[in-house]
């Protein structure tokens, strides 16, 4: 998996345009949910101050991670829950398989999980020949497709009922040419329901921690976290450390925060609040780490680490809208993957930041209030420091830095060859072509503003009085 | 195996130095708006159905008119004895999957999102409210409350091995986002709220 | 009050006209406005490429056209964030410091600094507003959507008064046109589907003139409206203020 070679944001999302229907079908999908977040966020009257809050709360988690995190620990391990320390993904995947070989497991049901995506979990265990079945339903539907999700809450918009009901007719042997969401929902429900009954081991991710009680809150819609850990003789919770809040009542603030900003409803269907394993069971927590010490180094960007996966970044996102989530080529895509994938790999995702017009919706939308479009104009700043970009830009823009930088340099290239227009908007290799693919160019003027000034501006009418 | 030393000390290094002091939450939450009606509107709106009953005969009659009374029934509530069997509690949670509708009571539920709160100790099982074809849970009408600050003030230190919020039927709208009822967990929930 | 014109690059080159209706505009009410002819760029398109650390002489070029004023003025959102945002010198810190809060754009100078709220003027014509993210969501000139907080726009409150202007509402208020700088050639695809879009919103309200305050926007929707051979035309809003004959 991680040999493939990456297809860089912006080809990737070309492909992606080729398509006119499916792009505007994305777009106006994801902006309905939007419009849904808007709608939920602005009947409450202490919305933004709701922002503040639950952004104040993150920050004092990040300024005292190593206190909360050890308090966690403790008050889990007073309940009876297993905790477990993954410095990387490496480490999670193996503490993940050390549990199941322990119970002998060979299958286990997943709820949804991004860490275990960021983590790449069900090819490691596809290896050591455990299978994995994602019982969300979106999750379910691109396993089956053999595709990473697209979203974080929506896994397989990306994809239509068309879709899904080739996928159900060849791996279900659902009706051929039945596209009705109601009845492929069901043939899924009736295939995983089985599924839930017959596994010893559960997996679930983590939407909070909560450092106070020890206990962990997951939340789903679809019940799905639920029917698995319930069934299961052992419980496993995967989290990367950031998922702690420290005190059950600060649930009060991000509870409300969460779903209208993921999907406009006032709640998800299920907040389940685990903190003791039933008698007899196991749960076991993993927290991971993965380059989040890292991240909460970097003090430009240690503010990614507030997010709490609610996805509202990428409704927002007009980028996100037309390009879909695979062209993020990271687990988490769209503006917070963004600034979250540079520090995972730079070189790798150093194409990330530049995937945006920082127009800074995402900000607005944030609800702990991170700073996205700010850190995606620092990552750039970083990525070029660091050589991540192409020569070939750097020449250009040195260029173009020296010709600004002297007025007279400037005047005379802007007469001889309309400096500006070839060199701004930064065209890095002096090419307009990209610009007049599907665009023409403006028309050159008789005289620019600065010549017609000369003339007429009252400066120069009254020298020329004297 | 574990990597907590390095990870802790790491993280002790990274972060920020600053004086980051936890917000006050008592100045949210105040929203005005009458609690019944709220919670009834919001049920309604995402999938659920309030019904007022006076008491627990009313909720029975109720159950009697609307479900199919010789389809596995549970309940932990010992009132409703007459519709739904209690001597489950103990049993393997998979013997549960053939249970068509499971009756249970909340200790409380939050006007703004509808959600009802119960913890294992009157879920009789965990796994109950889930693995039921439908759902209905009683809540007193007095113990409808605002917003989930309060929600969260009552809970307060409440001891549990396990707790949820639900609101309304398990539901995915993960097929073009059309919603479907009844993804994995109940396909129906009915809430009585009970004088 | 002594007012420096700090006209975009672009705007220099390309749309003197934009240029000329500012000056014109500044002058109607009441503003001492000249033009430094040694300015060139306010080095956005450099900083927003990751390249913010060869704006040094750019900006030291700005200190030096502009230490003068009063006031700065542009009739660019985005060029104004780049500056109060990013405009530094190692050795006059103090005096940078001291122009970030000087520099203004057009529309916010005239509500908030000479506290003019409306402009009498003629356009009779239906026109879509786009609102430029660097002066909405930058700049706070207008009430964002994300936002639950109360509607405001400094720069529609001016056009009010102007006869015969039909401002429409369109159904994404503040979507971002795709511009974007670089953006609009390093992700060519996205950033013309995004005006692309954008264009068919306004054409769904059936406007004759898309405006708003930033021409790198209005030059790209431009771009492709004539590509397009669309009837809608793109105007500068300062050329709507500056339409009242003297």
Request: proline share 4%; aromatic share 8%.
């Amino acid at each position: 998996m991680s040999s493939e070679k990456i297809i860089e944001h912006s080809q990737a999302a070309t492909r992606f345009n080729k398509d006119v229907e499916r792009v505007n079908w994305h777009d106006e999908t994801l902006w309905f949910v939007r419009e849904k977040r808007d709608k939920s966020a602005h009947q409450i009257p202490d919305w933004e101050l709701l922002r503040e809050t639950a952004s104040q709360i993150k920050n004092n988690v990040l300024a005292n991670m190593h206190d909360y995190l050890s308090d966690f620990e403790a008050n889990a391990q007073k309940n009876g829950i297993i905790v477990h320390w993954a410095a990387d993904a490496k480490e999670h995947n193996e503490i993940v398989h050390w549990i199941l070989q322990k119970h002998d497991v060979k299958q286990m049901v997943k709820s949804k999980s991004m860490l275990t995506e960021e983590c790449h979990l069900n090819d490691y265990l596809a290896d050591k020949g455990i299978e994995v079945i994602d019982s969300d339903l979106g999750e379910y539907i691109v396993q089956l497709r053999k595709e990473p999700p697209s979203h974080i809450v929506l896994p397989a918009i990306h994809l239509k009922k068309e879709d899904v009901s080739e996928t159900f007719h060849e791996h279900l042997g659902t009706e051929k040419g039945n596209f009705d969401p109601q009845y492929l929902t069901e043939s899924a429900r009736r295939e995983l329901r089985d599924t839930f009954l017959t596994r010893k081991a559960a997996l679930t991710g983590v939407n909070f921690a909560i450092a106070e009680t020890g206990e962990f809150v997951v939340c789903t819609n679809e019940g799905n976290a639920d029917m698995g850990a319930h069934l299961a003789d052992v419980h496993i919770a995967c989290m990367g450390f950031e998922k702690l809040i420290p005190e059950r009542k600060h649930l009060g603030v991000f509870l409300r925060l969460l779903a209208r900003s993921a999907t406009g409803q006032p709640i998800t269907t299920f907040s389940s609040h685990f903190k003791k394993p039933r008698d007899g069971k196991e749960i076991h927590v993993v927290i991971v780490d993965n380059g989040r010490s890292t991240q909460l180094g970097r003090a430009d960007f240690r503010n990614s680490l507030k997010c709490i996966r609610c996805g509202a970044c990428m409704n927002t996102c007009p980028v996100y809208r037309r390009s879909g989530g695979h062209s993020y080529h990271n687990a988490v895509a769209g503006p917070i993957g963004s600034i979250l994938a540079p520090n995972l790999d730079m070189s790798k995702n150093a194409d990330l930041p530049f995937a945006s017009t920082l127009c800074g919706s995402c900000t607005n939308v944030c609800p702990v209030k991170i700073d996205i479009h700010d850190q995606l104009y620092k990552w750039r700043q970083v990525l070029v420091k660091k050589g991540h970009t192409p020569t070939s830009k750097t020449i250009a823009m040195k260029t173009m830095a020296t010709v600004l930088a002297n007025p007279t340099v400037f005047n005379l290239a802007g007469k001889s060859g309309r400096f500006v227009m070839k060199n701004i908007p930064g065209l890095v290799n002096n090419k307009m072509n990209k610009w007049y693919d599907q665009r023409e160019m403006p028309e050159v003027p008789e005289e620019s503003f600065r010549e017609w000034y000369k003339k007429n501006s009252r400066e120069s009418k009254a020298k020329k009085d004297e | 195996m574990s990597s907590k030393a390095e990870i802790l000390n790491k993280i002790k290094q990274s972060q920020p130095n600053l004086a980051a002091e936890l917000p006050d939450l008592n100045v949210l939450g105040s929203d005005q708006f009458d609690v019944l009606e709220m919670y009834k509107t919001v049920l309604r709106n995402i999938g659920g159905n309030p019904i007022e009953v006076a008491d627990y005969s009313e909720a029975i009659a109720y159950i009697k008119n609307n479900y199919p009374l010789e389809k596995r029934i549970i309940t932990t509530i010992p009132e409703l004895s007459e519709i739904a069997v209690l001597d489950w509690t103990n049993d393997d949670p998979h013997s549960l999957k053939d249970v068509e509708l499971t009756i249970i009571n909340a200790h409380f539920g939050v006007a703004e999102n509808s959600a009802l709160w119960v913890t294992d100790d009157i879920l009789g099982q965990r796994v109950a409210p889930f693995i039921t074809q439908y759902l209905a849970i009683i809540v007193n009408k007095k113990d409808i409350i605002p917003t989930m600050h309060q929600a969260y003030d009552r809970i307060g230190n409440q001891e549990y091995g396990f707790g949820t919020f639900i609101a309304g039927p398990s539901k995915t709208a993960d097929i073009e986002q059309s919603l479907v009822l009844g993804a994995h967990g109940a396909r129906g929930l009915t809430v009585f709220l009970k004088d | 009050m002594k007012v420096g014109l700090f006209i975009p690059c672009y705007v220099d080159q390309f749309y003197p006209k934009v240029g000329i209706a500012t000056y014109e505009l500044l002058q109607k009410l009441g503003c001492d406005v000249q033009f430094p002819m040694g300015q060139t760029c306010c080095g956005q398109p450099m900083a927003n490429s990751g390249y913010q650390y060869l704006t040094k002489g750019c900006d030291a070029n700005f200190i030096a056209n502009f230490s003068d004023f009063d006031y700065i003025v542009c009739p660019s959102g985005s060029c104004v964030l780049h500056v109060k945002d990013h405009l530094h010198d190692e050795k006059q810190e103090d005096l940078a410091t001291e122009m970030r809060k000087k520099v203004f754009e057009l529309t916010e100078f005239i509500t908030d600094v000479l506290k003019v709220d409306h402009i009498e003027g003629s356009f009779p014509f239906r026109v879509g507003m786009h609102t430029s993210c660097h002066g909405q969501r930058g700049l706070k000139l207008s009430q964002m959507t994300e936002l639950n907080a109360p509607f405001f726009s400094k720069p529609e409150q001016l056009l009010h008064n102007i006869k015969g202007l039909d401002l429409v509402s369109l159904t994404r208020k503040d979507e971002c046109c795709g511009f974007g700088g670089t953006f609009c050639v390093t992700e060519e695809a996205v950033s013309v589907k995004m005006g692309q879009d954008r264009i068919k919103d306004h054409e769904s309200h059936n406007v004759d003139y898309i405006t708003g305050g930033d021409m790198s926007c209005l030059m790209h929707l431009e771009g492709i409206l004539k590509r397009q051979k669309s009837n809608i035309k793109t105007i500068h809003i300062a050329e709507i203020l500056n339409s009242l004959e003297n």
